[in-house]
């Protein structure tokens, strides 16, 4: 197990200043080498820059006076120490290496990293696109190389890939899901391929337009407007382009092209003439695709094929994703994920990402589509088998119930605001929790979720799936704003409630199984670990990380994760905070099985209706008989809670997450 107390990053260019920024900003101290005082001067300057705007926002907002925003500013940067040397570096727990893209460099370094770290140190790349066990090879610890790559610019952007080598050991790969979200970044996981995720679709989606550019000499300008405007992603490919830098863009494609061929992906021969020019975009001074007063550098007048571009764009984005699905690279969930916060997909601005998207227009449709672009376009366009298995079980996407991901049934009712209910065949039921973006165990949560148990109990349901209607979670833990507006009593009535609930779908006589998609956090944990039996996706993370704001479990996580994973696995979970990942949670007990994201409500529900045929009386016996004696934990963790919440270090703490900042415990 890896705590990063101390981090350290090699590189203090524009990135390396920005990801030194991020984990200051957390509250830990890092390290920030180059190999020159000036350079390292740039680095930290970069830093403070990054954290004066922000403090600056804060103060615009409200959020903060003048003088706590320079505060702000000097508490975070004092937090990074420049360095040319390897000195202080004995003491790092974790090191992100953000040097030039280029194999020997990053060996020469990874090198070097290895003899001056503490051994039980993580040596992250933050890579594009080379290989992770390649790099590794330069050190005696493979097992704890993995690949961390920010998106530009590292101090807005949210997501962080993590890349597994292929010695990258689950804990090493654990604790650096754990410090990405310690830094408020958003990690997905994923396997070493050329590209990785976000980069790989991104490039293939691109490289259409790259090659029809070229080869019919249309304007790039022309493109952008008509693409931008037509609603599918936040920004023209060649304005993209121009912020990303054409020298990063340029050596993924080729590093693209040279992994799987010309067929697939496509360098753009203006482009790379412009590189060799140093006519790089915004990093250059803003002459790249487009010189500094927007004009274009590169050759093509004629109009356009919006229309045409447009499908081109949307078909292969959505055929690289389902290869990498199918590779088993990353899960569906994931590659939508790192799609959105990598880039700006954002269904709330109608920018969808591959997988909603498709289930959102049809899976059928989509083939049809993909297969009338494969005889005019050629095999790179040939449906995925993934999408061919998917049409042909008649799981169509959303307006079928299910296709990548699951969705409630047209005849779902709602039962209250927060919790949709659907019956099935068996006598099965699915609870949906649809509770809004995280959602959350408010109050009024607690009381559907317990309306709805209530009534598929008296209509004679046997058993009881609770999944999510959100595709990328299955439930963040308590709605912490909800938990500070409520007076004493109505604290004290929300846990009563809580808990009888929570018993209720432990040792009831319906049957219960959740389906966890995704996180599963704090309440949304204790709610999974309330029911008989849990079914997680390859890609669901569970924790208890009530801790972190001062406070303890409150809905039953001290006594049901001691039944389930044993008193000292679960001491640490509740003691430490760190998230869980669905492998781990399977390999102590916490879940029943693990299976690839877009077969996990097919599982649940088979599992629900197994359950469902089982002889009543026994299976209740059964029930009652495993939660036996729990009832007494139950009732101290309450009182416990109550305490702990009402302390000032439960209040800083709560404040402290509130404000997104790091709290300060007194013990009191």
């Known amino acids: 197990m890896t705590f990063v107390e101390k981090a350290a990053v090699v590189g203090a260019g524009t990135m390396g200043g920005q990801i030194a920024q991020t984990i200051a900003r957390a509250g830990i101290p890092v390290l920030m080498k180059d190999v020159s005082d000036q350079l390292v001067e740039r680095g930290l300057e970069e830093a403070r820059n990054v954290t004066a705007g922000e403090a600056a926002r804060l103060v615009k907002r409200g959020r903060a006076s003048e003088a706590e925003g320079q505060a702000l500013v000097e508490e975070v940067v004092g937090r990074i120490t420049g360095t040319t040397s390897y000195e202080g570096f004995g003491a790092v727990d974790f090191v ?27 040596l992250a790349s933050n890579t594009s696109s080379l290989s992770i066990s390649e790099i590794a090879e330069a050190t005696l610890r493979p097992e704890l190389v993995l690949g961390f790559h920010y998106f530009y610019p590292a101090s807005i952007m949210p997501l962080i890939e993590v890349i597994e080598g292929d010695e990258t050991s689950r804990e090493a790969l654990a604790a650096a899901i754990a410090f990405a979200q310690a830094i408020r970044k958003q990690p997905i996981r994923c ?6 995720v976000v980069n790989r679709i991104l490039t293939a989606g691109i490289s259409e337009v790259y090659r029809l550019q070229e080869e019919r000499s249309y304007s790039i300008k022309a493109i952008d407007e008509g693409i931008a405007g037509a609603g599918i992603v936040p920004l023209g490919p060649y304005v993209l382009v121009n912020l990303l830098g054409l020298d990063t863009v340029t050596h993924v494609a080729e590093h693209m092209v040279a992994s799987y061929g010309e067929e697939r992906f496509y360098v753009h021969q203006g482009m790379r003439q412009l590189v060799s020019e140093g006519r790089l975009g915004a990093k250059s001074g803003g002459d790249g695709v487009y010189d500094a007063q927007g004009n274009p550098n590169l050759a093509g007048d004629r109009e356009p094929d919006i229309a045409e571009l447009v499908e081109l764009l949307t078909l292969k984005t959505f055929h690289e ?9 990353a899960s569906h969930r994931d590659i939508d994920f790192g799609m959105m916060a990598g880039a700006g997909l954002d269904p709330r601005r109608g920018l969808l990402p591959p997988f909603l998207k498709a289930d959102s227009e049809g899976l059928d449709k989509v083939l049809e589509r993909l297969e009338r672009a494969a005889e005019r376009y050629g095999e790179r366009f040939e449906p995925p088998v993934i999408l061919r298995r998917l049409v042909a079980q008649g799981r169509l996407g959303a307006a079928s119930g299910q296709g990548f991901y699951a969705y409630p049934a047209a005849a779902a009712e709602q039962v209250g605001e927060s919790v949709k209910l659907e019956r099935r065949e068996g006598g099965v039921a699915v609870l949906w929790l649809a509770n809004g973006q995280m959602n959350s165990l408010s109050p009024q949560a607690v009381a559907d979720i317990a309306s709805a148990y209530e009534r598929v109990r008296a209509e004679g349901a046997r058993a009881l799936v609770i999944a999510s209607a959100n595709p990328f979670l299955f439930c963040a833990g308590a709605d912490i704003k909800a938990f500070t507006s409520i007076d004493e009593q109505q604290g004290e009535a929300l846990l009563r409630d809580a808990h009888a609930l929570f018993d209720a779908l432990g040792s009831g006589e319906v049957a219960t199984v959740a389906a966890v998609n995704g996180i599963a956090f704090g309440g949304g944990c204790e709610l999974a670990m309330a029911c008989d039996m849990r079914i997680a996706a390859s890609s669901a993370l569970f924790g208890q990380p009530e801790i972190k704001l001062g406070i303890i479990p409150g809905f039953g996580g001290t006594q049901r994760l001691a039944r389930l994973v044993g008193e000292a696995k679960a001491f640490e979970a509740n003691a430490i905070g760190d998230p869980l990942l669905a492998d781990d949670a399977f390999a102590y007990g916490l879940v029943s099985d693990v299976v690839s994201d877009h077969e996990l409500f097919d599982r649940a529900c088979k599992v629900a209706g197994r359950l469902a045929r089982q002889a009543p009386l026994a299976l209740r016996a059964v029930k009652r008989l495993t939660h036996r004696g729990l009832q007494e934990g139950l009732a101290e963790e309450q009182r416990e809670f109550a305490s702990v919440f009402a302390s000032a270090d439960g209040r800083e703490g709560i404040a402290a997450f509130l404000a997104r900042r790091a709290p300060k415990f007194t013990g009191a």
């Open 191 to 196: 396997a070493e391929v050329p590209g990785f």
């Open 321 to 329: 994703s389902c290869l990498l699905l199918q590779e088993g690279v």
């Open 96 to 122: 992100i290496e953000a040097v030039p893209e280029r194999m020997e460099i990053k060996q020469a370094v990874f090198a070097e990293l290895d003899a001056q770290t503490p051994s039980h140190a993580i």
